[in-house]
């Protein structure tokens, strides 16, 4: 009976090491499977944010570019209201310079036309 027992229990044991290693490698097999989905799964997402990564970059170039050209045209306008400003300021100068030259001469001149009233008022009284 004893032998019996052992056998019985040595059957059991068995049984359930067998149960244990069957349930261990479908769950092995479950896992590995999960492992490979999330990895697909990961790779997905990482080629969607490489790709996400690549058109924020090339929008940002092509942003670069048009406020680099507008910059260009800025400038270009700047330097051309620089010059526009830039010939009236040398022609008032110029005009002003002129103004006070006359300013200065005017006195001798209203004296001249004095003179030149006075010696006429003289000669016609001759």
């Given at each position: 009976?004893e032998?019996?027992s052992?056998?019985?229990?040595r059957?059991?044991?068995?049984t359930?090491q067998t149960?244990?290693?069957n349930?261990?490698?479908k769950t092995?097999t479950?896992?590995k499977?999960?492992?490979k989905f999330?990895n697909?799964?990961?790779?997905k997402?990482m080629k969607r944010?490489?790709e996400?990564?690549?058109?924020?970059?090339?929008s940002?170039?092509?942003?670069?570019?048009?406020l680099?050209?507008?910059?260009?045209?800025?400038?270009?306008?700047?330097?051309q209201?620089?010059?526009?400003i830039?010939?009236?300021?040398?022609e008032?100068h110029?005009?002003?310079?002129?103004l006070q030259e006359?300013?200065?001469?005017?006195p001798?001149?209203?004296g001249q036309v004095?003179?030149?009233?006075?010696?006429?008022?003289s000669t016609?009284?001759c």
């Amino acid at each position: 009976m004893e032998v019996q027992s052992f056998w019985t229990m040595r059957s059991l044991e068995d049984t359930y090491q067998t149960k244990q290693s069957n349930t261990l490698n479908k769950t092995e097999t479950q896992m590995k499977h999960l492992l490979k989905f999330l990895n697909m799964e990961h790779n997905k997402k990482m080629k969607r944010m490489e790709e996400t990564l690549e058109n924020f970059q090339v929008s940002k170039r092509y942003q670069h570019n048009i406020l680099e050209e507008e910059l260009k045209k800025l400038q270009k306008e700047e330097v051309q209201l620089k010059t526009g400003i830039s010939t009236p300021q040398q022609e008032n100068h110029c005009l002003n310079e002129t103004l006070q030259e006359v300013q200065q001469k005017l006195p001798e001149l209203h004296g001249q036309v004095e003179e030149h009233k006075h010696s006429k008022e003289s000669t016609e009284v001759c």
